[in-house]
T-cell receptor, first 113, second 115 residues
Framework: DAGVTQSPTHLIKTRGQQVTLRCSPK?????VSWYQQALGQGPQFIFQYYEEEERQRGNFPDRFSGHQFPNYSSELNVNALLLGDSALYLCASSFVRGVSEAFFGQGTRLTVV | AQSVTQLGSHVSVSEGALVLLRCNYSSSVPPYLFWYVQYPNQGLQLLLKYTTGATLVKGINGFEAEFKKSETSFHLTKPSAHMSDAAEYFCAVFADKAAGNKLTFGGGTRVLVKP
């Protein structure tokens, strides 16, 4: 079992650009959540996808959008990048039913310059 | 809405000494509580979780935590620190069962282990 995989591991973008981050969930999981972790802080919930729809959203602007594919993998898109978007972006997968622990990927380190 | 407070952003312990990391939560419904560990440049790994039942929960790597409803706390302990325990630790609460597995994290506590 490969667990949760994210790509790329690192990337550098310029202010105003757009970025797409990718996540493949743990085998058997049907729900993908995205978190932003700024340096020195705890992860902050961005949004969650199940059945290819956004189920819940945190306090993030519309510049942050996502998608879930039929194979449960997911993308996080950020438009009009700001310096403040520099962070570690974590993807977590889980089952929608019941309360199970969320399994996290290694993250994508985004640097906006 | 739920929230998590971790007391102490940094903790320094000697190898072999007790590790105690404090976590207090706020939740309007019975919470599910988690502790995660994060090593440098890595994602989060689950240490242990409390859902229902026994309030003393044992996890991996010798860690355990006790849920105390009256104190709204879920402190993490390990009797004897090892050098490999140097990492950042996050307490998280999941309380909105109807809305899926959204986690609210504390700010984290970085543990330094001195030889």
């Amino acid at each position: 079992d490969a667990g949760v995989t994210q790509s790329p591991t690192h990337l550098i973008k310029t202010r105003g650009q757009q970025v797409t981050l990718r996540c493949s969930p743990k085998s058997g999981h049907d729900t993908v959540s995205w978190y932003q972790q700024a340096l020195g802080q705890g992860p902050q919930f961005i949004f969650q996808y199940y059945e290819e729809e956004e189920r819940q959203r945190g306090n993030f602007p519309d510049r942050f959008s996502g998608h879930q594919f039929p194979n449960y993998s997911s993308e996080l898109n950020v438009n009009a990048l700001l310096l403040g978007d520099s962070a570690l972006y974590l993807c977590a997968s889980s089952f929608v039913r019941g309360v199970s622990e969320a399994f996290f990927g290694q993250g994508t380190r985004l640097t906006v310059v | 809405a739920q929230s998590v407070t971790q007391l102490g952003s940094h903790v320094s312990v000697s190898e072999g000494a007790l590790v105690l990391l404090r976590c207090n939560y706020s939740s309007s419904v019975p919470p599910y509580l988690f502790w995660y560990v994060q090593y440098p440049n890595q994602g989060l790994q689950l240490l242990l979780k409390y859902t229902t039942g026994a309030t003393l929960v044992k996890g991996i790597n010798g860690f355990e935590a006790e849920f105390k409803k009256s104190e709204t706390s879920f402190h993490l302990t390990k009797p004897s620190a090892h050098m490999s325990d140097a990492a950042e630790y996050f307490c998280a609460v999941f309380a909105d069962k109807a809305a899926g597995n959204k986690l609210t994290f504390g700010g984290g506590t970085r543990v330094l282990v001195k030889p």
